[in-house]
Structures are given as structure tokens and as C-alpha cells.
């Protein structure tokens, strides 16, 4: 969720793709030190096979992927409708965003009830039904978690907001003002302060983001058992996974002391710092996830990437793997976040390196180029004009699939879908880009122009625009009023007139997902980048005891002749996307087309 929100709440406005350099010569990745916690019961072997490893997994963003009874609004009946579509493409494993009851001031994220389903989604009966023909398919739910906060309709703030002698006060954060003025200058992710006076009590309650979602008080022990016996509920249900959102802000700074200027450019990461965070996670594990199947995965935004071992150490029994940040956020203007700045290749390639080696012996990650919180990677680190489109979704699902990590596809990446082409404020449904054009434009700070070019190409809502299943009116998504807007392209890009054709982005993914499940170098194999400072090709190895490979993608749309190392030479072609003359066996160079990639077995 913080990605989630802050990609527009501060508008971290990602880059649209651009023209790389020529080739540079090679530099030596620095490794990152670590210092996990030992405990003598855990095997301290190499990669530990695992379901989760070993799984892709597919994002589904209910509200957008297929509606069935026409209110424009996707549904679980709709995620159901298309379960083969999924088992089809090779997918283990889904994740879907919040499904809770909702007033939806953040779509979803704001919950009013934990043990029941938004309404716009359907019944606890559609949910069971999920499981269980998810189940038939040998296929695996993980459900989204949120208990950095609730909704402010929530009955635990209700009765909180009630009163201060009530049991619930003590759920969340009240402070009396300083000054005549909030109790601290803490800034809240969605613009303004991070405090809310209630009118009632004269005092402030805490949200890191909306107003809507006051902050849960983790310190109080009741909190916590009340939320174990949530996650409980779901995991009792046949819940594989659970993807927690900002787990890292769950713990507070005690007594809440202002931020320095500096901690305020950073506010993102220093709400990472609370002291109890790794006890709380720990606690978690012991008295929940350790008694179930299941896999855990954090959302680590805001934490330094050399800290992010500290979640997924095996040995320390917190989470299993970490949704981090550094990556996707690569084009962010460290001196205004809402503006973007232009990315290479070696900083995108020098970022998967850090964090490949600070996951080492122990960690493990999750790999993503795109989610509901950012733009369509094709339109971000790729070039979605039509000549381009194609070759480039391609070639970044190469990447997406051959990395020391566990791949998460966003719904639609997989047809190679878009960003939209917003023309004004008024077609933005984010409260984060509004919250942002409130704080920005409307105090004159920023342009009406400047603004919305930056959000055009970086706006959460290019993400959430309705699925396209096919060239029908509404993309097939839905007989009603889309909830949000339809792309104008989904005409020319949708699912049915990609099912059949060998040739499009959908069987690429298709084709590199049986790659992932039948080569177990491409899951456990050691990641080794064979040019940090190349901003042209970007060619890594994947090595497991003697099965070796090469993986090699063009990020330049015009050809290039790649030398390889001395030591290594072509043994193969695994697959290919983009090429135009075949490799000969033993081959120590290769002439790559524009957007081509490829894996290789090595001799």
C-alpha cells in the first residue's frame, strides 16, 4: 500500500521509457553486508525448495478484471468465470487486492469489517466457491492483508471515536494538540498532516494516509490477539498466502517527536522505524503463519534496500519474501517525488544486483515490474508505441520470469497492456492524484501542465483501467458502466485475439511460464550480471551446478552486436522473442534485433 499510495499520493511520477547508450564496460557489483540473526533449529543449507519459489503468481485487481451481473464493478464471481484462462497461461498461485467490506474511500484498503466481503464483490459463499474451484486446479489464493489501519467505519474506531474512557480508545492513536496545532509535524501519504481533530474530544487521532484510515495502536496487546484471530479466520478458510500491506509501518516512533527536515524529504522511510517492528513480525509468525501452509509476503516500501534481509532471513522466522521498492522507483526525483527523472539500464540492472545479494543465502524476494500502484510496464521500462509495443512486453517478461525470485504478473501485462491517455483531472479516479493536485496545483506550486504531464504517465489509475478481454463494447469486462474507464486501445489489444495467435505477448508468457516450471536453475540458480554498467543489453547467467544459462534482452530498438564473456559460449536456444537470424551452436556473440531477448543454454 505505501507503493500503492505513494506512486500518486506524493506522486512519485515514474518515467516513460527512453533511449539507452551504448555499450560501457563491465564493473563489479559492491556486495551488501548483512548480519541476520542465527537460530540453531533452522537448516542452515543452501535455497530451501519451496511451493512459493517455485510458483508464479498472477496479481488479480478484483474490481477491475471481469464483472458478471452488470454493475461495472469486477467481482469474485468474475475471478471465477476466468480460473481456467489462468490455469491455461500456466499460473500457480493468485493474489487479489482486498476484498474486505468497504466504504471504499481507498478502494478496498480502507476496511470496515474484516470478517466479511465488500458488497460490490459478492457473498462469503462466492468466496468459499473461489477456494474451492481454485483448489480442483491445484491453483493457490493469497489474499491481501491490511493492519497498518481500518476504515474510520470500522466498529473498533466507532467505539474508540466514542469517547476517551472507552476500551477502544486505546486501538489507535489520540493525542492532544501542541500549540494550538497538531501534536506533531508528521505528513500523511495522501497530502496535509498526518493528524485529524475530532471536533468531539479535542484531540488528534493518527492516519498515514486518508482520514478515512486511522492508524491501529500495534503497542496494545489486544490489537495484536484481535488480528491474529482475524488472519486465523481466512488461513481456517484455505488462504495459501498473505501479502501484507506496509507491514513495515506498524510499528510507531514512542512519544512521536517531530521529524527533522532531512527525516521529512524521507518521511516514507522513517515511518519504518518504529522499535517493535521485527518483534511484532516475529510474533505474528509464531502464534499464526507457523501453524499453517502458508506464505507470507511483505510489503516493505520505505525500507532501505540493505534492511530488507531483516524481514525474510529464514532464520530470524518473520516473513518469507519482500515486495521492495528500489526498483520500480528507480526514476523518482530524490528532490521532488512527484516529478520523474529519467532511468538507465545499469541503474535498473544494478538495482536487481543489490537486491539479489542482500536476499542471499537466507532471503528471498518477490519480482515485479508492474502492480495496481504503478504504470503498465510496457508504457514505464518498455515502449508501448504500436511498432514497439510487442517486441518490448516481450522482452520485459523475459526479465520478469528469470529472476532469483519468485514472479508476480499483473493482470494485463500479460496481453501487453497500456497506460491510459488522461487529458484532464476529471478523468482520474485516484484519490492519491487528487490529493496531490489539491496540495500541488491548487496552491499554485505546480503547474496545471507540469502536473497532469507527470501523471499521465505514472497514475495508479493506468493500472486499474478494466481488463480486456475481448474487442466487444466495454472490452468484454462488463454488460453495465465500467467502474473506471476503458482503454480506447482494447480493440487492438485483448485476451481473445491472443489465445490463438503463437505469436503474441499472451504465449510468450505462456511459453516462459513452463520454462520457470520445468528448469529449476531459472527458480534456484545462482543470478550472476554480466555488465552492471551496460545501459544496451542486459545479459545475466542462471547457474545451478552444471545446468547453465543465459538470459539476454536488447533494450534498444535498434540492433546491437553483443560480445560475450571469454568464458562463456551458446550451447542452444532455449526461446526467443524478436529475433531475426538463428544462433549458431558455440556461438560467442550475438547480433540482437531491436527488443530481442532470449534464453540460452551454455556450454
Not at 69 to 85: F, H
Not at 124 to 152: A, C, G, P, Q, Y
Not at 217 to 237: A, E, G, H, S, T
Amino acid at each position: 500500500m505505501l507503493n500503492r499510495r505513494l506512486t500518486s499520493a506524493i506522486a512519485p511520477f515514474f518515467a516513460v521509457a527512453m533511449s539507452f547508450s551504448s555499450l560501457q564496460t563491465v564493473s563489479a557489483a559492491t556486495p551488501v553486508s548483512t548480519t541476520p540473526v542465527s537460530q540453531d533449529n533452522i537448516q542452515k543449507s543452501e535455497q530451501l525448495p519451496a511451493w512459493w519459489k517455485q510458483a508464479v503468481f498472477y496479481q488479480i485487481y478484483p474490481r477491475s478484471f471481469k464483472n458478471t451481473n452488470g454493475s461495472g464493478v469486477g467481482d469474485i464471481n468474475g475471478i471465477i468465470e476466468k480460473l481456467d484462462y489462468l490455469k491455461n497461461l500456466g499460473i500457480d498461485a493468485i493474489w487479489i487486492n482486498p476484498h474486505y467490506a468497504s466504504p471504499n474511500k481507498d478502494n478496498g484498503y480502507d476496511i470496515s469489517d474484516y470478517q466479511d466481503i465488500m458488497k460490490e464483490y459478492g457473498t462469503m459463499e462466492d468466496f468459499d466457491r473461489l477456494i474451492s474451484e481454485m483448489k480442483k486446479r491445484n491453483m493457490r489464493l493469497m489474499v491481501d492483508v491490511v493492519i497498518n489501519h481500518t476504515s474510520d467505519q470500522h466498529p473498533w474506531f466507532i467505539q474508540s471515536q466514542s469517547g476517551k474512557d472507552n476500551p477502544y480508545r486505546d486501538y489507535y492513536f489520540w493525542k492532544d494538540g501542541k500549540d494550538g496545532k497538531e501534536p506533531n509535524n508528521y505528513p500523511s501519504f495522501f497530502g496535509g498532516s498526518a493528524w485529524e481533530k475530532d471536533a468531539k474530544s479535542d484531540q488528534y487521532y493518527l492516519h498515514y494516509f486518508a482520514k478515512q484510515q486511522p492508524d491501529l495502536n500495534w503497542d496494545n496487546p489486544k490489537v495484536r490477539q484481535d488480528l491474529y484471530k482475524m488472519l486465523k479466520f481466512w488461513l481456517d478458510k484455505g488462504v495459501s498466502g498473505m501479502r501484507i500491506d506496509t507491514v513495515a509501518t506498524i510499528s510507531k516512533i514512542p512519544e512521536f517527536p517531530d521529524l527533522s527536515e532531512n527525516q521529512k524529504k524521507d518521511f516514507d522511510e522513517a515511518y519504518t522505524q518504529g522499535p517493535n517492528l521485527h518483534k511484532y513480525i516475529h510474533e505474528m509468525n509464531k502464534e499464526v503463519f507457523s501453524h499453517y501452509d502458508v506464505v507470507t509476503a511483505g510489503e516493505i516500501f520505505g525500507v532501505p534496500a540493505t534492511d530488507s534481509i531483516r524481514f525474510t532471513d529464514r532464520r530470524r522466522e518473520e516473513l518469507n519474501m519482500a515486495f521492495t521498492f528500489d526498483l520500480i522507483r528507480i526514476d523518482v526525483d530524490p528532490k521532488a517525488k512527484w516529478r520523474r527523472t529519467d532511468w538507465t539500464l545499469s541503474k535498473f540492472r544494478q538495482t536487481v544486483n543489490t537486491s539479489d545479494k542482500t536476499a542471499g543465502q537466507y532471503g528471498w524476494n518477490a519480482f515485479f515490474l508492474d502492480n495496481h500502484d504503478n504504470p503498465r510496464v510496457v508504457s514505464h521500462f518498455g515502449d508501448d508505441r504500436p511498432k514497439w509495443r510487442v517486441p518490448s512486453a516481450k522482452a520485459l517478461a523475459t526479465v520478469i520470469l528469470t529472476q532469483r525470485a519468485t514472479p508476480f504478473i499483473y493482470q494485463g501485462t500479460e496481453l501487453g497492456m497500456t497506460n491510459y491517455p488522461f487529458k484532464s483531472i476529471d478523468d482520474f479516479d485516484d484519490i492519491g492524484v487528487k490529493g496531490s493536485w489539491k496540495d500541488l496545483v491548487e496552491t499554485g506550486q505546480v503547474s496545471k501542465e507540469e502536473f497532469l504531464k507527470a501523471a499521465r504517465v505514472t497514475s495508479r489509475d493506468n493500472a486499474r483501467t478494466p481488463f480486456q478481454w475481448d474487442a466487444t463494447e466495454n472490452a468484454g469486462f462488463t454488460t453495465g458502466k465500467p467502474w473506471l474507464k476503458v482503454n480506447p486501445n482494447y480493440k487492438e489489444i485483448n485476451a481473445a485475439s491472443q489465445i490463438n495467435d503463437p505469436d503474441s505477448v499472451l504465449n510468450y508468457y505462456r511459453k516462459l511460464i513452463q520454462l520457470r516450471h520445468d528448469i529449476p536453475a531459472l527458480t534456484y540458480g545462482e543470478y550472476h550480471d554480466l555488465d552492471l554498467n551496460n545501459d544496451t543489453v542486459y545479459a545475466y547467467t542462471r547457474i545451478d551446478g552444471n545446468e547453465k544459462y543465459l538470459v539476454i534482452v536488447n533494450f534498444k530498438e535498434n540492433s546491437v552486436n553483443y560480445k560475450l564473456p571469454e568464458d562463456i559460449s551458446i550451447q542452444s536456444t532455449v526461446v526467443e522473442s524478436n529475433a531475426k537470424s538463428p544462433i549458431e551452436q558455440n556461438a560467442t556473440s550475438i547480433k540482437l534485433a531491436p527488443w530481442q531477448s532470449g534464453i540460452y543454454k551454455l556450454n
